[in-house]
């Protein structure tokens, strides 16, 4: 979360996905699961509560995180899937900064924070490069004149 000297709006987002890439590239799911904290599902969108909208609904700041989180999530499971890596979960909870002083008003960062579970005797620090490879080819994050900072945690499961 942003430091205490941090003026502006906070926008939370999460994604999660479970499955293998153990089989591959073409053979592990794809779906995965979006929050935009505290918003219940279904995803109707309103404005952000300081721009007038409802603050129990997502609005577009959230959903421009959840698209980078998600973005994030798929490229590595892409990379790590032909790499050979077998991925068994994935954890990501990101946030977007929007100053209130700028104009005009922008989110100038996001910062994207994914915990990673490998399965036993991976190289983990190969699975960190598959990381960094995978926020390169993000096209979300090619896409954004935000910085995107990802701030990554590589652990073995214990059950794996």
Request: with cysteine; charged share 20%.
């Amino acid at each position: 979360m942003p430091g205490d000297d941090f003026h502006g709006h906070t926008y939370l987002a999460r994604v999660e996905w479970d499955g293998s890439t153990g089989a591959g590239y073409r053979a592990y799911p794809r779906a995965h699961t979006a929050w935009a904290p505290p918003a219940p599902e279904p995803f109707d969108l309103s404005a952000d509560p300081h721009f007038r909208g409802d603050s129990d609904l997502p609005n577009p700041e959230q959903l421009l995180v959840v698209a980078a989180s998600s973005c994030q999530l798929l490229s590595f499971l892409a990379v790590a899937a032909r790499g050979g890596v077998d991925v068994l979960a994935y954890r990501d909870e990101a946030f977007g900064e929007m100053p209130d002083e700028l104009v005009p008003q922008r989110i100038t960062r996001i910062v994207l924070r994914p915990r990673v579970q490998v399965a036993a005797g991976t190289d983990l620090a190969g699975v960190e490069r598959m990381l960094h490879e995978a926020h390169e080819q993000c096209y979300i994050a090619n896409s954004l004149t935000t910085e995107v900072v990802v701030e990554a945690e590589v652990q073995v499961r214990p059950d794996a």
